[in-house]
T-cell receptor, first 115, second 113 residues
Framework: ETGVTQTPRHLVMGMTNKKSLKCEQHLGHNAMYWYKQSAKKPLELMFVYNFKEQTENNSVPSRFSPECPNSSHLFLHLHTLQPEDSALYLC??????????????FGPGTRLTVL | GQQLNQSPQSMFIQEGEDVSMNCTSSSIFNTWLWYKQDPGEGPVLLIALYKAGELTSNGRLTAQFGITRKDSFLNISASIPSDVGIYFCAGPPPGGGADGLTFGKGTHLIIQP
């Protein structure tokens, strides 16, 4: 248990569906991240939020839409996805303003399958 | 973008053996992180390194921040079955701030009893 939870753990959706992934951190951190992990590829950074403000969008297609209502919660809204978007989506958090700000703590991920 | 190259890609070892793996980059990193990922789970932070030449241990794990700042090493002594998993090195891109991490592709450790 790392203090970062993600729901759902597994999701199967069609290309025309709309779904959302949820992440919650209980560590008192102020930065949150979305990563995509595909087979045989390094983890890819998607979005960064620092104090609820989006500070990075790593050239992610608009069919992925993040939302960060507060420093503890992060969502990833999905719509009209493609089969190649099937992957493990990982949420992470960290505490900025200290030497350890790069120490990111990950949730267990959501395994997404797009049919 | 920056790339982290991990070696080896996979290791097949006997229980009780020591393990060594490394991570290299063409760019200088100011922080090196080592994570382990078990199947179906997210990566778990093992060791963080902040200074060139730094040697840090966490139980049977020891990691070193290379003096060139372009590489890092992870050693596991007396491996046990629960050490099986994928080990990733990671680091923040230059510039600081709350940036995401750059990850290597991982070293897959397999232990034969």
């Amino acid at each position: 248990e790392t203090g970062v939870t993600q729901t759902p753990r597994h999701l199967v959706m069609g290309m025309t569906n709309k779904k959302s992934l949820k992440c919650e951190q209980h560590l008192g951190h102020n930065a949150m991240y979305w990563y995509k992990q595909s087979a045989k590829k390094p983890l890819e950074l998607m979005f960064v939020y620092n104090f609820k403000e989006q500070t990075e969008n790593n050239s992610v297609p608009s069919r992925f839409s993040p939302e960060c209502p507060n420093s503890s919660h992060l969502f990833l809204h999905l719509h009209t996805l493609q089969p190649e978007d099937s992957a493990l989506y990982l949420c992470a958090s960290s505490r900025t303003g200290s030497r350890s700000y790069n120490e990111q703590f990950f949730g267990p991920g959501t395994r997404l399958t797009v049919l | 973008g920056q790339q982290l190259n991990q070696s080896p890609q996979s290791m097949f070892i006997q229980e009780g053996e020591d393990v060594s793996m490394n991570c290299t980059s063409s760019s200088i990193f100011n922080t090196w992180l080592w994570y382990k990922q078990d199947p179906g789970e997210g990566p778990v932070l093992l060791i963080a390194l902040y200074k060139a030449g730094e040697l840090t241990s966490n139980g049977r794990l020891t990691a070193q921040f290379g003096i060139t700042r372009k590489d890092s090493f992870l050693n596991i002594s007396a491996s046990i079955p629960s050490d099986v998993g994928i080990y990733f090195c990671a680091g923040p891109p230059p510039g600081g701030g709350a940036d995401g991490l750059t990850f290597g592709k991982g070293t897959h450790l397999i232990i034969q009893p």
